[in-house]
């Protein structure tokens, strides 16, 4: 069964007694926030923490890159998450860091994953429930990964796609994109590769913190110069908000590979080009 990208708070509400549904809190904050603290403080009952920096690769200095398959399914399994289980992600920001669980669930084999839209406030703004304190335990599972390595992109795939005139959309904000603004990480240049195209990932949401879609969201890819049926490799600081950008093509059933260093790496290394507006 292939489900639509996005579930509202209305069908997840109705789904919550599901004994076949895994739901997972994929909360990820830039400015250092406890997402894990939060998450106990507050959550949607029986959810299960992701955790974008421990189901990570540990041999890797960029930030949150993809595991190995095997490293992610013996994780997911810890959390008692099949690769054909039904699973919802949320984040606590309405949508920032759920995509990038979504995109790397989907990525590792995932069959059935959508992003809860508008995320943890729409939810709580609607007056549904909340749970707190220590979660409740859960079997372990077995993951099955089935690695898709068409939606990932390194430093050499978008090397080529740029000299390609192929589609590269960043997701960060213009001020770090045009360089007027410093990178939050130390060591990282300011401003974005020769030829990319600046698509904020705000830029994406409606008013309510949910994904815009129909003729909004078209009005948005337009605005940035990106024709969603043409390639797209997205990226952004560290390759969370990325994804968001992907999962915004999701909804359109247009794929893209999300470039996984994103600017964490291009930005540090000296044998990239940088430009700034």
Request: hydrophobic share 45%.
């Amino acid at each position: 069964m292939t489900l639509f990208p996005l579930i509202s708070t209305e069908d997840l509400a109705a789904l919550l007694d599901d004994p076949s549904l895994r739901l997972l809190d994929g909360s990820w904050h830039l400015d250092g926030r406890d997402g894990r603290a939060e998450f106990a403080a507050e959550r949607i009952p029986d959810a299960r923490f992701f955790d974008l920096d421990a189901i990570s690769d540990p041999d890797s200095d960029l930030p949150h890159m993809l595991p190995t398959p095997e490293t992610f399914a013996a994780s997911l399994g810890a959390l008692g998450v099949a690769a054909d289980d039904r699973i919802v992600v949320y984040d606590a920001a309405g949508l920032f860091s759920a995509a990038r669980a979504w995109w790397m669930l989907k990525t590792m084999g995932a069959t059935q994953v959508q992003v809860l839209d508008g995320g943890l406030p729409k939810w709580k703004a609607e007056g549904r429930p909340v749970e707190t304190g220590p979660a409740a335990s859960f079997t372990p599972a077995t993951f099955t990964a089935q690695f898709d390595a068409t939606a990932v992109a390194d430093v050499e795939d978008v090397r080529a796609a740029l000299a390609e005139g192929a589609q590269v959309a960043d997701a960060r904000g213009f001020p770090r994109f045009s360089g007027q603004a410093a990178e939050p990480r130390p060591g990282v240049r300011a401003g974005h590769m020769p030829g990319a195209l600046n698509l904020p990932y705000a830029g994406l949401l409606a008013a309510d913190g949910a994904l815009k879609q129909g003729q909004a969201l078209t009005d948005a890819f337009a605005k940035a110069g990106l024709d969603p049926d043409r390639p797209v490799v997205t990226t952004c600081g560290s390759g969370v908000t990325a994804a968001i950008i992907s999962l915004a093509l999701a909804t359109l059933d247009r794929p893209s590979r999300l470039y996984d260093g994103s600017w964490s790496e291009w930005g540090r290394r000296t044998d990239t080009p940088v430009a700034t507006v």
